[in-house]
């Protein structure tokens, strides 16, 4: 992983913090992006923080561009952006909500993804992996436009699979069940933490399907639970 350069969005997150972590402890370069990073976050030699909106096509762009003129390569990418909300019908779902989880789940993705496939396959092995929602593989009552641009997500990167094979380029991505995180022991607080999925088990997933002996995995959707 030495000779690796990695981009990790939402890379000082709840999840994105964990990921970010294992991605260093191998050697890897990597470039944390997010919209407020600063290097403090990750004292490596090997961090580089991107301060950018990822839900601003241009600004996307303008990272990867970035990127790509300091360290002439980028082999991953780890898409870990996204956001909740839920509570509410689809019929109560208000405008603002609705355009939130578009932009968090999946346009931003769309942006990223596009920014970024073109510099993974001359690689000779990219690798995109993306973190969905293990809510995503069923509609159920509560959080209806989270789970409709998670699942949106889900077929985006199975679609970036199948156009990018030709080049030995992966894409999965990662659906998590309830992880131990920050945010989400303030939501619940009265919930059993112990149950709840490690961020730094999604982390080692991640970094899995990285390596060369994961290259056959592409297209898949891949749930993970905690108890």
């Known amino acids: 992983m030495k000779d690796k350069v990695i981009f990790i969005t939402g890379a000082n997150g709840g999840l994105g913090t964990s990921v970010t972590n294992k991605f260093l402890e191998s050697g890897a370069t990597v470039i944390g992006g997010a919209r407020k990073i600063t290097s403090e976050e990750f004292p490596s030699p090997n961090f580089a923080p991107i301060p950018v909106d990822l839900t601003n096509d241009s600004a996307v762009r303008g990272a990867v561009d970035s990127i790509i003129q300091r360290h002439r390569r980028l082999d991953v990418l780890v898409h870990v952006l996204g956001g909740f909300a839920g509570g509410k019908s689809v019929a109560e779902t208000d405008d603002a909500t609705w355009n939130q989880m578009s932009s968090l789940n999946l346009n931003s993705a769309f942006s990223v993804f596009r920014a970024t496939i073109p510099h993974l396959r001359k690689s000779g092995g990219g690798r995109l992996i993306a973190i969905g929602s293990l809510a995503a593989t069923a509609p159920h009552v509560g959080p209806g436009a989270y789970i409709v641009f998670k699942s949106a997500l889900s077929v985006l990167v199975r679609t970036v699979a199948q156009e990018?094979?030709?080049?030995?380029?992966?894409?999965?991505?990662?659906?998590?069940?309830?992880?131990?995180?920050?945010?989400?022991?303030?939501?619940?607080?009265?919930?059993?933490?112990?149950?709840?999925?490690?961020?730094?088990?999604?982390?080692?997933?991640?970094?899995?399907?990285?390596?060369?002996?994961?290259?056959?995995?592409?297209?898949?959707?891949?749930?993970?639970?905690?108890?």
């Open 164 to 227: 990018n094979k030709d080049a030995g380029m992966t894409a999965n991505v990662i659906l998590p069940g309830t992880m131990d995180t920050p945010l989400n022991r303030m939501a619940m607080p009265n919930a059993d933490f112990s149950k709840w999925l490690k961020p730094e088990t999604v982390a080692e997933l991640a970094f899995f399907l990285v390596q060369d002996f994961a290259g056959h995995i592409t297209g898949t959707e891949i749930p993970i639970e905690g108890q």
